[in-house]
């Protein structure tokens, strides 16, 4: 296979998915795993897309729908890698007031405790005056909840919440 990493970014709007991998099915294309959501008003969509053609054939076929929408997007070679990766075993949830840093606080210890990060989220609510900031981060660690709770308690204050809680997957 191979697979090209697609990215395309744009200002939000219906329609966007539907009409992309429309697209991409008409040209006889494989999608693998995908990421789409909406960021500050604009979609994102990171998606792995193969169809055993050239790299400008998938250009030419996404880029009627791109400037349709009015998407910008990008192609990258990339090895495939499906069915490879690990089932995330923790989620740590932080909730607070909006300030600079704290994903990289809340990052680094986790990376001190050995914690892989496969999926992070985050969002801005509340106000202009008093945004909330709320993160949501699954990966994958040997170490135990206690381990993790106390690495990310130092950052507990009465502005941030950190919460550490096992995934069960059920796999069969």
């Known amino acids: 296979m191979k697979w090209q990493m697609l990215t395309l970014v744009g200002e939000d709007q219906p329609g966007i998915v539907a009409q992309v991998t429309d697209a991409l099915f008409r040209g006889g294309y494989t999608l693998g795993e995908a990421s789409m959501l909406r960021l500050g008003g604009n979609f994102t969509i990171m998606m792995m897309v193969d169809g055993g053609q050239s790299e400008q054939a998938l250009s ?8 349709k929408l009015g998407l910008r997007f990008h192609l990258d070679p990339i090895h495939g890698g499906l069915h490879q990766h690990r089932v995330p075993n923790f989620q740590v949830r932080v909730n607070g007031a909006d300030r600079a840093g704290i994903v990289a606080q809340v ?4 990376a001190e405790s050995g914690f892989n990060i496969l999926e992070l989220d985050s ?7 008093e945004p909330v900031y ?26 941030i919440d950190v919460h ?3 995934i069960e997957t059920l796999i069969g």
């Not at 990052?107 to 986790?110: D, E, N, R, S």
């Not at 040997?142 to 990310?152: D, F, K, M, P, Q």
């Open 60 to 67: 030419a076929c996404i880029a009627p729908v791109a400037d």
């Open 107 to 110: 990052t680094g210890l986790l």
């Open 123 to 129: 969002d801005v609510v509340g106000s202009q005056d």
């Open 134 to 159: 709320i993160m949501t981060i699954q990966g994958y660690t040997e170490e135990t909840i206690e381990t993790l709770e106390a690495a990310l308690g130092q950052l507990e204050t009465d502005e």
């Open 164 to 166: 550490v809680s096992a």
